[in-house]
Structure formats: C-alpha cells, structure tokens
Antibody, heavy 119, light 113 residues
Framework: QVQLVQSGAEMKMPGASVKVSCKAS????????IHWVRQAPGQGLEWVGI????????SYAQKFQGRVTMTRDKSANTVFMELSSLRSEDTAMFYC????????????WGQGSLVTVAS | DIVMTQSPDSLAVSLGERASIHCKSS????????????LAWYQQKPGQPPKLLIS???TRQSGVPDRFSGSGSGTDFTLTIRSLQPEDVAIYYC?????????FGQGTKLEIK
C-alpha cells in the first residue's frame, strides 16, 4: 500500500534551517510528483512547492522563494524539504503529499512533521 | 493565484441530516479540452493529515462512503453529505489543481447539532 512517512518533530531557533524528509513506498517513486503543504496551528492549508522525483526539478510558492529547497534521493525513495531563515511564523505542521497525476489531486499524504521555531 | 472561497465557515447539522458545503473559485477550473473540473475535496480530522474524498469535482475516491458527493462546474462547487454520521465531524477543504499554485479554500468546520 502507498505510504509516505515523514521525519519527526523539530525545534529550531529563529534564523536556523530545518530539513524534513518524506519516504515513499508502495508505488514507483519516480512516477508521481510530490508536493509540500504547510499548516500553521489552527489554520488552513498552504502550498509550499512541488518536486519531480524523477528529474529532481522543483518549483516553489512565491512566498517561500529563496528560503526553501526541495531535493530527492532516488536510491532511498525519499524527498526532502529544507526551509532556512526560520522565524516564529514558520511554526507549523509540514505535510508531503503525492499527486494522482500531472496535474492531479493530492491522493496520499504523509503524517506530518511539526516544526517549532522558538528562542 | 486563484482564490478559493468556501461557505459557510462552520456548519452544525443534526445526525442523519444533509450537510452542504460550497466552494467558489475566482477563475474557472474547467479545462475545455477534456471537460474536466480540476477541483478536489479533502476531509481533515483533528491530529490527522487531510484525506482526499473527491477529485475531478465529483469522483469519489475508493473507500469513501457514497453519502459523500461532489457537484458543480466552472467556478461553483458543492460537497454534500447525504446523511451525517458522527465520524463526519471534521474540517473540509476544497482545492483547485488546474492552475499553479494549487490553492485551497479556508476550510469549513462541520459539527453535530
């Protein structure tokens, strides 16, 4: 069965960087793009960006341009999202989600990785 | 960016009654070449990631109960829950995936009256 398993919770100081991982299984990793979505506490869903696990090309929301980098390791069926220059407003749950097609709805989601930014 | 606006923000419905959630997009998400609406509905329960219920505006995902249905086209869409069950208490989001960036509605909180 399809599974996306994310790395655990992180606590970071303002100005630091965080790298979250998302390990895929149960399907051909390189066949489907993966998105990242941010959800601040008690808030809605905000798109962060997308990566093509095959070629590695990524595209980011304008809001995060310059601060976010998405990469992948094909040998490990894993994608990564690194967010730098963290501020308190970045405190949120980050989800990875696989798409059903290009374009497509987000048919499988990771369990989420909580990133807390505090001094 | 396409703005997705849901109504109402919250809704309380009696068990066994019908619940309807509306979603309006600022631009059409209907692709004329294939006549598909690039519109999805998600359900999110506390402490869980969102779960895809419906894609292409009206196609239920495998395993989703048939009391959930989606309708609409172009810019106006509706998620209907035919007979509300206790396990349907959640926040529901619509999303368009036609244009980049994909965007979500603000969410509708559904509770039991």
């Amino acid at each position: 069965q399809v599974q996306l398993v994310q790395s655990g919770a992180e606590m970071k100081m303002p100005g630091a960087s965080v790298k979250v991982s998302c390990k895929a299984s149960g399907y051909i990793f390189t066949d489907y793009y993966i998105h990242w979505v941010r959800q601040a506490p008690g808030q809605g869903l905000e798109w962060v960006g997308i990566i093509n696990p095959n070629g590695g090309r990524a595209s980011y929301a304008q809001k995060f341009q310059g601060r976010v980098t998405m990469t992948r390791d094909k040998s490990a069926n894993t994608v990564f999202m690194e967010l730098s220059s963290l501020r308190s407003e970045d405190t949120a749950m980050f989800y990875c989600a696989k798409v059903s097609g290009v374009p497509g709805a987000f048919d499988y989601w990771g369990q989420g990785s909580l990133v807390t930014v505090a001094s | 960016d396409i703005v997705m606006t849901q109504s109402p923000d919250s809704l309380a419905v009696s068990l066994g009654e019908r619940a309807s959630i509306h979603c309006k997009s600022s631009q059409s998400v209907l692709y004329s070449s294939n006549n598909e609406n690039y519109l999805a509905w998600y359900q999110q329960k506390p402490g869980q990631p969102p779960k895809l219920l419906i894609s292409w505006a009206s196609t239920r995902q495998s395993g989703v109960p048939d009391r959930f249905s989606g309708s609409g086209s172009g810019t106006d869409f509706t998620l209907t829950i035919r007979s509300l069950q206790p396990e349907d208490v959640a926040i529901y989001y619509c999303q368009q995936y036609f244009h980049t960036p994909p965007t979500f509605g603000q969410g509708t909180k559904l509770e039991i009256k």
